[in-house]
């Protein structure tokens, strides 16, 4: 199975910060990775996938890069709205795996 | 509006069964694979398969044979997850989600089963 490893699991920043999550894949995963956010109480919300596309609707303070093991997920400068926890998913192989999260808190 | 609608809340006593409904609306359920999620409390998100919405083919991951089952209406709007035997452990929210091949773009609301006696 394909592991991914979110760095870090707690973060926290104040509003208009600018905001960087890795994750990390066991094994090389292509472009096959998508974030995204989910707030209490809620079910988790698309951000980006393919690695770099943003979901419509996303707002484009929010942004990924990454190919191959590595990759980051972007908040350019952070919004109240922003604060929430941050999974990573690789969807090139099976079993459909997800990072453990990233809680993003207010500083 | 594209969206997948979830059975409610469900309280179950330990060794019953329950079982989860996920309807489509806006979009045809068969056009897409739907998996399953599961969120413990406090926890993260664990994949638990995917039903393959034209033939109705379920794939379970790991950990999840046995006593879950997935399956699909007749009249191929509507997808469920059914989880017998339950334990205190089967406590969680289960979402389901829709698989376009590159990201799981939409997502039922979740259902939250609490087993508890």
């Known amino acids: 199975d394909v592991q991914l490893t979110q760095s870090p699991p707690f973060l926290s920043a104040s509003v208009g910060d600018r905001v960087t999550i890795t994750c990390r894949a066991s094994q090389g995963i292509s472009f096959y990775l998508a974030w995204y956010q989910q707030k209490p109480g809620r079910a988790p919300k698309l951000l980006i996938y393919?690695?770099?596309t943003l979901q419509s609707g996303v707002p484009s303070r929010f942004s990924g890069s990454g190919s191959g093991t590595e990759f980051t997920l972007t908040i350019s400068s952070l919004q109240p709205e922003d604060f929430a926890t941050y999974y990573c998913q690789q969807l090139h192989t099976y079993p459909r795996t997800f990072g453990q999260g990233t809680k993003l808190e207010i500083k | 509006q594209v969206q997948l609608v979830q059975s409610g809340s469900e309280l179950k006593k330990p060794g019953a069964s329950v079982k989860i409904s996920c309807t489509a609306s806006?979009?045809?359920?068969?056009?897409?694979?739907v998996n399953w999620v599961r969120q413990a409390p406090g926890q993260g998100l664990e994949w638990m398969g995917w039903?393959?919405?034209?033939?109705?083919?379920?794939i379970y991951a790991r950990g999840f044979t046995g006593r879950f089952v997935f399956s699909l209406d007749p009249s191929g709007s509507t997808t469920y997850l059914q989880i017998s035997r339950l334990k205190a452990d089967d406590t969680a929210v289960y979402y389901c989600a829709r698989d376009i091949g590159d990201t799981f773009d939409i997502w039922g609301q979740g259902t939250m089963v609490t087993v508890s006696s």
């Open positions: 393919g690695a770099s």
């Open positions: 039903i393959n919405t034209n033939t109705g083919k379920p």
């Open positions: 806006g979009y045809t359920l068969t056009k897409y694979p």
